[in-house]
């Protein structure tokens, strides 16, 4: 029977720990303080903001909230973010992704300094984390490293598979399993034979972006799966990359969607702001 990795219970393991690391901060004297850019209402946008307000507020730490209309220009967006930068009461610099098409997202995420940047997407924060200094980590990537250890798996030695080579996900994965001494493969949509690169994998994480796309003829017997995917199935059910009813019996552990990696990216998130005074 295969174990049920619980996102939910781990994200609020994590965010008990980083409560109470935040308290003792407070009665030293520091307070911590995120600050969430929104441009425009997109509703998925809007849901991400709330829960990571909710998530601050949880755990003791400040959020102030900017939230801009669809209209603003990029020269305004980059103007508050330098504004932020140089705002010695904020500790991280969040601004909510997508942003609208006549905005250059790539020139937002490069003007947030690297020493703010809590979503770990900075060129400098990227540079880092591949060659092994200290900085701010992908919050998706590092909550799955924190899945695997706090359930139990072994990473060290062990041939992991990352279905995926996004700069959100794909490539921060890659390079924190080889942190942790694993063997890595990143495949991807032009990958020739990927059912047999995937079956390797005694470790398989999938962000291929495409609804339920891998079912049991890509995972071999005992490997765990981690589903980064977010879909709705035909009846408007939630569901991951992984058809997890063909796949689930095959493995000696799977997340589930809902439930599994997602919960864990807004508790990485926090680790990052606490992180920022920890200094």
Known sequence: MAQIIDGKLISKQIKDELKEEVQSMKAQ???ICLAVVQVGSDPASSVYVNNKKKAC????IESRAYELA?????????????????DEGVNGI???????????????????????????????????????????LSC???????????????????ECVVIGRSNIVGK?????????????????????NLKEVAKRADILIVAIGKRQ???????????VVIDVGMHRDENNKLCGDVDFADVADRTSAITP?????????IAMLMNNCVETARK
């Not at 669809?70 to 140089?86: A, I, K, P, R």
């Not at 921060?172 to 694993?182: F, H, I, Q, S, V």
């Open 70 to 86: 669809d209209s603003v220009t990029e020269e305004e967006l980059t103007g508050l973010v330098e504004q932020l930068n140089n």
């Open 213 to 223: 796309f891998i079912n049991s003829d890509y995972v071999k017997d005992g490997a």
């Open 257 to 265: 969607v809902p439930g599994g990696v997602g919960p864990m990216t």
């Open 57 to 60: 507020s949880y755990i003791g």
């Open 172 to 192: 921060p994965m890659a390079a924190l399993l080889l942190r942790e001494n694993a063997t890595v493969t990143v495949a991807h949509s032009r990958t020739k």
């Open 140 to 158: 998706t990537p590092a909550g799955i490293i924190q899945l695997l250890k706090r359930s139990g798996i072994e990473i060290e030695g062990k």
């Open 94 to 136: 969040l601004v909510q992704l997508p942003l609208p098409s006549h905005i250059d997202e790539d020139r937002i995420i490069r003007t947030i300094s690297p020493d703010k940047d809590v979503d770990g997407f900075h060129p400098v924060s990227v540079g880092r984390l591949w060659i092994g200094e200290k900085g701010f």
């Open 29 to 31: 004297g520091t307070n």
